[in-house]
T-cell receptor
Framework: DAKTTQPTSMDCAEGRAANLPCNHSTISGNEYVYWYRQIHSQGPQYIIHGLKNNETNEMASLIITEDRKSSTLILPHATLRDTAVYYCIPYNTDKLIFGTGTRLQVFP | NAGVMQNPRHLVRRRGQEARLRCSPMKGHSHVYWYRQLPEEGLKFMVYLQKENIIDESGMPKERFSAEFPKEGPSILRIQQVVRGDSAAYFC?????????????FGAGTRLSVL
C-alpha cells in the first residue's frame, strides 16, 4: 500500500483558496488518488478522486502531478464549514487506509 | 436515495456484555466495509464484506469480534464480552462494486461506550 505524507495542520482565511498538498511517491500505476474529509468526528465524507488527469467537481479541484507522485486538493473559496481533517488516500480496491491527514482550520 | 444508515448512533454497554452494531448500505450497494476510530486516533479498516461473504478481515481483532452481511437485512458488527478498550466510533461504508473508481460512502457511525 502506498504511503502518504501530508502537513499536520494548515490555516486558511474564510473566502480564500485552501491548497492541501499530499505526497504519494510510492503510488502504483493502477491506484487512484482519493480525498476524504472528516468534520469533527462525523463519518468521513468523499470529496474527489483522480487517476492521472486533473479533476473538478462542485466541492473541490484535484491537481495531480504528471509523475503522479503528489497531488493538491484545492477548495476554491473556503468556508468555516470546511474546517476538518483532510485525508489523501491512494486506492485501488478493498480497504481505504487513512493516514493522519491534514487538519484544516478555516478562520473568519 | 437514503445514505448509509447506522444504528444505534450511541450504544452504552457494561464490561462483559455484547454489542451489536447495524449498517444498512445505500440502495444498490452490495459491498460493506467497517472501520474503527479509537479516541484521538485515526480510522482503521476492520473488515470488508459482500453479501454472505467476508472478503477481507485483516483488520479485525482475533477474538470477540465478528461481522456478517446476510442475504437479507443489514450488516452486523458483533462484539462479544466488551472491554473498555472497545470504546470507539465504528463507521460503516458501502460501495456498489469492486472497482477502483467506485466511491465508499460512509455512515454517521455508532459511538460505543463501555462502562
Amino acid at each position: 500500500d502506498a504511503k502518504t505524507t501530508q502537513p499536520t495542520s494548515m490555516d486558511c482565511a474564510e473566502g480564500r483558496a485552501a491548497n492541501l498538498p499530499c505526497n504519494h511517491s510510492t503510488i502504483s500505476g493502477n491506484e487512484y488518488v482519493y480525498w476524504y474529509r472528516q468534520i469533527h468526528s462525523q463519518g468521513p465524507q468523499y470529496i474527489i478522486h483522480g487517476l492521472k488527469n486533473n479533476e473538478t467537481n462542485e466541492m473541490a479541484s484535484l491537481i495531480i502531478t504528471e509523475d503522479r507522485k503528489s497531488s493538491t486538493l484545492i477548495l476554491p473559496h473556503a468556508t468555516l464549514r470546511d474546517t476538518a481533517v483532510y485525508y489523501c488516500i491512494p486506492y485501488n480496491t478493498d480497504k481505504l487506509i487513512f493516514g493522519t491527514g491534514t487538519r484544516l482550520q478555516v478562520f473568519p | 436515495n437514503a445514505g448509509v444508515m447506522q444504528n444505534p448512533r450511541h450504544l452504552v454497554r457494561r464490561r462483559g456484555q455484547e454489542a451489536r452494531l447495524r449498517c444498512s448500505p445505500m440502495k444498490g450497494h452490495s459491498h460493506v466495509y467497517w472501520y474503527r476510530q479509537l479516541p484521538e486516533e485515526g480510522l482503521k479498516f476492520m473488515v470488508y464484506l459482500q453479501k454472505e461473504n467476508i472478503i477481507d478481515e485483516s483488520g479485525m481483532p482475533k477474538e470477540r469480534f465478528s461481522a456478517e452481511f446476510p442475504k437479507e437485512g443489514p450488516s452486523i458488527l458483533r462484539i462479544q464480552q466488551v472491554v473498555r478498550g472497545d470504546s470507539a466510533a465504528y463507521f460503516c461504508a458501502s460501495s456498489p462494486a469492486l472497482v477502483a473508481k467506485n466511491i465508499q460512502y460512509f455512515g454517521a457511525g455508532t459511538r460505543l461506550s463501555v462502562l
